[in-house]
């Protein structure tokens, strides 16, 4: 099943905390609400406040940090099952869908599916990293245009960041039409990785 996202398809960057209206820095940390997957941008101290994930809570605190997966192991056949039709896609463990969602671009906006479990737990099985993925805020990245073949658990503010920046590209990760698009997400997936340190 894949429907079409109605919800903002990038990160955002406000001025202000949208809790307590506090100013922030450009880099300021996220949360995000899992029941809508709405990002929201937040002061340090109010991002404190969601430091510890209680499953009570309406915000979860979104990680700034990608994490690199040294070894990381998924054959075509694999990635097939998985059931996503583009070379660029996150994959998120969703707790109200109690299953995992894959998050990904296309010419219609940008769409989730739901991941077939069994696809997903023969990955997880070979990569204990996977098994580790903090629900609702990071996300297995998957980047497979041209040649590449990168993964990395990734915050998701990032993820819909790169998905933003792509959207105005489509064409390109959608087949062979090569555009501006493919430097970008080489150069973005070369920031994140640079800044990420290792899962383990
Ligand atoms: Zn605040």
Redesign the pocket.
Known sequence: MQIRLPRRESAPAAER??????G?AAEQPHLVEPRTRALVC??D???MLFAEARPDARYVRVPRRARSLDGFKMTEAQWDALGVPVHLAFFVRSSPADGVIALYPSPAGAMESLVPPGAWNEIALENKAIRAMAPDVEALLVHRVGDAREHLLAPIARCFELTGMIRKHRTSILGSARDGADAEIHGFMARLKAEARVAG
């Open positions: 905390c949208e809790l307590c209206s506090a922030v937040v002061c101290p109010c991002a």
